[in-house]
């Protein structure tokens, strides 16, 4: 089991309740694939570095979670097919 740290971008246009769920539903794949979140860092709407897809505006979410090897994988290519999901980086500690 590796730690890890997982940080992401939100399209800023969902609802908070649609923003709650994205972070729910990757919260439960890190869960159900055998790891263990162990906190969920709500850094909030910030304003980005340069405009993706003609947005300037992206909610931030610091996930640090514990897992096996081969989750990050799984959680990145869940991410791309994603739509409301801007940017994503994925670093072991």
Do not use: C, H, Q
């Not at 890890?4 to 971008?9: K, N, R, V, W």
């Not at 439960?28 to 790891?35: C, H, L, Q, R, V």
């Not at 570095?49 to 990145?76: D, H, S």
């Amino acid at each position: 089991m590796n730690n890890y740290e997982l940080l992401y971008i939100i399209s800023n246009e969902l609802s908070d309740e649609a923003k709650e769920a994205v972070i729910a539903k990757f919260s439960a794949i890190i869960t159900d694939n055998g790891g263990t979140v162990d906190s969920v860092d709500k850094w909030g709407t910030r304003k980005l570095a340069y405009a993706i897809n003609y947005k300037t505006e992206g909610y931030y979410v610091l996930v640090n979670f514990t897992a096996p090897a081969t989750l990050p994988a799984e959680l990145e290519r869940v991410m791309r097919i994603t739509d409301s999901v801007m940017r994503f980086v994925t670093v072991r500690k």
